[in-house]
């Protein structure tokens, strides 16, 4: 195996010895462990780890290093990923009228921030198609109505298997998806919605949310599943308001709030720090990446 850096994700029931078991698979089959990070669900009685190793002098195979591995796995009822990290990951972005999320992806991915392949933009309306152009992405312009949804979901599933799509990333997209549609990408796509959800839904949530008077303003980036804005959750963050907010600096903030979230949580996928257990996310911080 040429110099990269491996990523293992895994998860199991909790027991003794686990660490001396994987930590001694990979020591045998010639890897240099850069860092391994462990959390244990004491109520859940579940291990998580990622653990980030140097392949330079393991003399194995991907296909035998995973063969190998799932030998291992397998008595210890180990559910495990992994990443071989030296090719990017196809990303396609799902717009609709808001911008803010796409122009800070699109920024982002360009000065190397975000690493992957932005290899187009998806939108039920033509608004946002001039920030496409601006950065030489491809962009489709797929109108629907309730009529024409299955259809238009057949589209957009055809665009995102003839680019090898691995992440979908919903930038305030405002369509609700099929669970047909979901299902065919678990855990790859990842939604970004306000924090009001689910006391302020539906129109002008900023207007609802300044008549009641709020103090806390925010985010949330997660997993989308078949129940609407309740998937597993892996980037959240709040701001404080006052009195003083208007509903339009109340929306000003919750987007500024939420370019840094989707961008974190859009991240956290990239670089293989998340582990989903039922409806959670367990998302390990950077280890000297």
């Known amino acids: ?3 990269q850096v491996v990523t293992f994700l895994m998860q199991c029931p909790d027991q003794k010895g686990l660490v001396a078991k994987i930590t001694n698979f990979f020591y045998e089959k010639g890897f240099n462990i850069l860092s391994s990070q462990q959390y244990v669900n004491s109520i859940e009685k579940r291990y998580f780890m990622r653990i980030r190793l140097d392949a330079e002098e393991a003399n194995i195979s991907k296909k035998a290093l995973e063969e190998c591995f799932s030998e291992m796995a397998k008595p210890l009822q180990l559910d495990w990923s992994v990443n071989f990290g030296r ?22 991915q360009k000065e190397g921030s975000l690493e992957c392949n ?3 933009i998806i939108s039920n309306h033509d608004k946002l198609r001039p920030i496409a152009e601006m950065f030489g992405i491809p962009y489709h312009y797929l109108p629907v109505t309730a009529d024409t949804k299955l259809q238009q979901e057949s589209q957009i599933i055809a665009l995102l298997a003839s680019n090898e799509i691995d992440l979908v990333i919903m930038a305030r997209y405002m369509q609700i998806l099929s669970s047909d549609f979901i299902n065919r990408y678990p855990e790859k796509i990842i939604n970004i919605h306000h924090s009001f959800l689910p006391a302020f839904q539906g129109a002008n949530p900023y207007k609802k949310a300044y008549d009641r008077g709020v103090k806390l303003i925010g985010a949330s980036a997660h997993y989308a599943t078949e129940d609407l804005d309740e998937g597993p959750i892996i980037v959240q963050n709040v701001e404080s308001v006052t009195h003083d907010s208007t509903p339009k600096t109340l929306k000003k903030i ?3 709030i939420e370019t840094l979230v989707l961008s974190r949580a859009v991240n956290c996928h990239l670089q293989s720090q998340i582990i989903v257990s039922g409806n959670k996310a367990i998302v390990f911080p950077e280890a000297g990446e």
């Open 254 to 256: 919750g987007a500024d």
């Open 1 to 3: 195996m040429k110099s």
């Open 87 to 108: 090719v990017k990951q196809n990303v396609a972005i799902m717009v609709s009228h808001t911008s803010h999320n796409l122009y800070d992806l699109l920024a982002r």
């Open 118 to 120: 932005i290899k187009l």
